[in-house]
């Protein structure tokens, strides 16, 4: 097709030079012209937008595709035909078009869709003792737990889900030895084997209840994860299977992704000044657990006051003189917003500097999420609408994915609207004095320091 419109047009080019060149026939009469039409260049495909995300941003789309219930492969961040149909998918049940590639406001919805999936099953990541593997599991669907030397066992309270870690010795094992020995196990009828050789997988019916097996081996040390659950909690069960089994590591020989990663020694976030006697507000969660909270350019900060609903937290810090204050009393109402912050150090070459991203808020439920997420650094960040109204605080949270340990963790960005953050600051009897609209001036860093 390429080399025929590429003839196609030569044929043009020439014979429009030939009827400039050429005198007409007939005294009076005009050449011919040749319209052409213009070549437009190829859509990009779905894929090629997916390859174009980083690593982390593909863990985090596949992890909450998979929680939605519209992706079932495992969670590696690696661009593939069924990840895109499983976005095609998400976007047909919402009854939008499906591209294959999602905006920002169909991002917001799965990401927080997600979310409460997550928190309904309280999922969390565990390191079991015994063995010290590490998985995935939804405490609240399995809230009894008992353990011993051959593993661990979370049991719901009627049996109706059962998660089972096992672990015995074996000589000379191999994963085709291993899942030839589970399929023998009386009761079972397996409908789906996968054989790799540092892995195994079964899935199938176990009498009345389905099953999936994950099996690993590392010299003679078998470590095997079971999943039963009753058929008639599938819709419930299933997307959280497809979760543990990409965060299940038998042999964990560095950190995960799969959970919210470990606190930092040192942390750094965005405070934004809100009182010319010292008072900053910020994301709770960047000043938590902190023996000291340094203000760059003003030393130590106190932690007055925190809301564990919202992830607020007030600072003060004393002695300052020339604050710029923020003006947060009005209230900006438009979607697209300016986030001014600082970002971690690490992303500016060491610098620390003021810097400002574009955002689209998006209203979910009773949460508003910001699409794309800012840079590290910018939880806590001012966020003004295109008019220059106080819209509220960027707060930037761990995104909870299963995926392969050497994975950059990502984070899902949400905003504290601005009436959120009057309320919180007059619930602590600070007076919000700021006239200034120059976020710039009024934003500062914000330093943390844990044991």
């Known amino acids: 097709m390429r080399s025929m419109l590429s003839a196609t047009l030569i044929v043009v080019t020439m014979g429009t030079a030939q009827a400039q060149t050429t005198p007409p026939a007939t005294a009076g009469a005009k050449p011919k012209t040749v319209a052409t039409v213009p070549v437009r260049p190829a859509l990009q495909k779905p894929e090629e937008t997916a390859n174009g995300m980083t690593q982390a941003e593909r863990l985090a789309l596949q992890s909450d595709l998979a929680w939605v219930g519209q992706y079932n492969g495992a969670i590696t961040g690696d661009v593939s035909e069924r990840m895109v149909n499983a976005i095609k998918e998400f976007q047909k049940s919402r009854g939008g078009k499906p591209t294959g590639v999602l905006n920002p406001q169909e991002r917001g919805v799965l990401a927080e869709t997600a979310r409460r999936k997550q928190e309904s099953v309280g999922w969390r990541i565990v390191t079991e003792p015994g063995t010290g593997a590490r998985l995935g599991i939804p405490s609240k669907l399995v809230p009894q737990l008992a353990s011993g030397v051959d593993g661990a066992k979370w049991t719901s309270p009627t049996g109706t889900v059962q998660v089972v870690l096992a672990r015995r010795k074996e000589a000379n094992p191999t994963t085709a030895k291993l899942a030839e020995r589970e399929k023998?196990?009386?009761?079972?009828?397996?409908?789906?084997?996968?054989?790799?050789?540092?892995?195994?997988?079964?899935?199938?019916?176990?009498?009345?209840?389905?099953?999936?097996?994950?099996?690993?081996?590392?010299?003679?040390?078998?470590?095997?994860?079971?999943?039963?659950?009753?058929?008639?909690?599938?819709?419930?069960?299933?997307?959280?299977?497809?979760?543990?089994?990409?965060?299940?590591?038998?042999?964990?020989t560095g950190?995960?992704?799969?959970?919210?990663?470990?606190?930092?020694?040192?942390?750094?976030?965005?405070?934004?000044?809100?009182?010319?006697?010292?008072?900053?507000?910020?994301?709770?969660?960047?000043?938590?657990?902190?023996?000291?909270?340094?203000?760059?350019g003003h030393g130590n900060a106190d932690r007055i006051a925190e809301d564990k609903e919202h992830d607020l937290a007030l600072l003060h810090i004393y002695g300052a003189r020339g604050l710029k204050p923020l003006n947060v009393g009005a209230t900006g109402a438009k979607p697209a917003l300016d986030l001014t912050g600082i970002a971690d150090p690490q992303n500016q070459g060491g610098g620390n500097a003021v810097s400002s991203a574009k955002a689209t808020a998006t209203p979910i439920g009773s949460d508003?999420?910001?699409?794309?997420?800012?840079?590290?650094?910018?939880?806590?960040?001012?966020?003004?609408?295109?008019?220059?109204?106080?819209?509220?605080?960027?707060?930037?949270?761990?995104?909870?994915?299963?995926?392969?340990?050497?994975?950059?963790?990502?984070?899902?960005?949400?905003?504290?609207?601005?009436?959120?953050?009057?309320?919180?600051?007059?619930?602590?009897?600070?007076?919000?004095?700021?006239?200034?609209?120059?976020?710039?001036?009024?934003?500062?860093?914000?330093?943390?320091?844990?044991?």
């Open 184 to 252: 023998k196990e009386p009761g079972r009828t397996v409908d789906y084997t996968v054989v790799k050789p540092d892995f195994f997988v079964l899935s199938g019916l176990q009498g009345l209840k389905k099953f999936y097996i994950r099996g690993m081996f590392k010299g003679d040390e078998v470590r095997i994860l079971t999943i039963l659950y009753d058929q008639a909690t599938e819709n419930t069960v299933e997307p959280v299977v497809i979760a543990m089994s990409s965060a299940f590591n038998a042999f964990p």
């Open 255 to 296: 950190p995960q992704v799969a959970g919210p990663p470990p606190r930092k020694t040192v942390e750094y976030g965005t405070g934004v000044i809100v009182s010319d006697d010292g008072a900053i507000v910020t994301d709770r969660l960047v000043t938590d657990e902190c023996i000291a909270i340094t203000i760059g």
């Open 368 to 451: 508003v999420t910001l699409t794309p997420a800012p840079a590290i650094g910018f939880s806590g960040a001012a966020a003004l609408d295109a008019d220059g109204k106080f819209a509220g605080l960027a707060l930037l949270k761990p995104v909870v994915v299963a995926g392969p340990a050497n994975a950059a963790p990502a984070s899902q960005a949400m905003l504290a609207p601005a009436e959120t953050v009057r309320d919180f600051l007059k619930a602590h009897g600070v007076t919000a004095n700021g006239t200034s609209s120059d976020a710039k001036a009024a934003v500062v860093r914000v330093i943390c320091v844990r044991k």
